[in-house]
Nanobody
């Protein structure tokens, strides 16, 4: 199973980027897909996740109203539309896939619940 992110880059504050996560070797549609981000020296934090079989989308409070996660099961791809970007959104963004339902713990995404990870794509907002 491989997850390949794309779409990262450098953008000015207030700008937009759209991240894509192409999955190969695994058919999504009955699993959880998530986006995480990490800044050097800090723990990785969950940004958004959704069950690809249908249901709501969880967003971290810091990105609510600015980020939108979507997925296309036929294309086996997940997306993260990021608008109104802020300098504090600067991070390496990772796509992740689980083999089962989405998991939350004390209101946060659970990193260890995901089985497959992409290599990350850098987002820099200045």
């Amino acid at each position: 199973v491989q997850l390949v992110e794309s779409g990262g880059g450098s953008v000015q504050a207030g700008g937009s980027l759209r991240l894509s996560c192409k999955v190969s070797g695994y058919n999504i549609g009955r699993n959880c897909m998530g986006w995480f981000r990490q800044v050097p020296g800090k723990e990785r934090e969950g940004v958004a996740q959704t069950y690809t079989g249908g249901g709501g989308i969880y967003y971290h409070d810091a990105v609510k109203g600015r980020f939108a996660m979507s997925h296309d099961n036929a294309k086996i791809t997940a997306y993260l539309q990021m608008d109104s970007l802020k300098p504090e959104d600067t991070a390496m963004y990772y796509c992740a896939a689980s083999r089962t339902f989405c998991t939350m713990l004390r209101g946060n995404m659970v990193e260890t619940a995901f089985d497959y990870w992409g290599q990350g794509t850098q987002v820099t907002v200045s």
